[in-house]
C-alpha cells in the first residue's frame, strides 16, 4: 500500500502560480508511475498530468504549455507546477500511483484545493 498527502493549494490570481505537492509513503518502490487529477464542482474528476519512473511526462491539453510535472524520488515526492493560472483551473487536485501494471497503488485522499479567482 501507498499513502499519498497532497499540499500547497491555495487562492490565488489569475496568471498566478502555484505548486503543489503529493508526497508518498508506504511501498514506495512499487510506484511505477504517478497522475495528478483535478475535479471542478459539479465536473468529474479528470488527468491533469502524468509522469512515469523514467520522467516521460503527459498532460492534457488545457494545461500543456502552463503547468509541468516533476518528481523527487530522493524526498519520495511529485510536483505540479503551475503557471499562468486561469479561473477554469479551479478544482480540487488529487494524486496517485501505479504500479508497473497499471494497478492502482491508493486511494483517494483529501486533495489540496486551488482557487483561482480575482
Known amino acids: 500500500q501507498v499513502q499519498l498527502v497532497e499540499s500547497g493549494g491555495g487562492l490565488v490570481q489569475p496568471g498566478g502560480s502555484l505548486r503543489l505537492s503529493c508526497k508518498a509513503s508506504?511501498?514506495?518502490?512499487?510506484?511505477?508511475?504517478m497522475y495528478w487529477y483535478r475535479q471542478a464542482p459539479g465536473k468529474q474528476r479528470e488527468l491533469v498530468a502524468r509522469?512515469?519512473?523514467?520522467?516521460?511526462?503527459y498532460y492534457t491539453d488545457s494545461v500543456k504549455g502552463r503547468f509541468t510535472i516533476s518528481r523527487d524520488n530522493t524526498e519520495n515526492t511529485m510536483y505540479l507546477q503551475m503557471n499562468t493560472l486561469k479561473p477554469e483551473d479551479t478544482a480540487t487536485y488529487y494524486c496517485?500511483?501505479?504500479?508497473?501494471?497499471?494497478?492502482?497503488?491508493?486511494?483517494w485522499g483529501q486533495g489540496t484545493q486551488v482557487t483561482v479567482s480575482s
Open positions: 508506504g511501498t514506495i518502490f512499487s510506484i511505477y508511475a
Open positions: 496517485n500511483a501505479v504500479n508497473s501494471d497499471e494497478q492502482t497503488l491508493s486511494g
Open positions: 509522469i512515469s519512473s523514467g520522467g516521460s511526462t
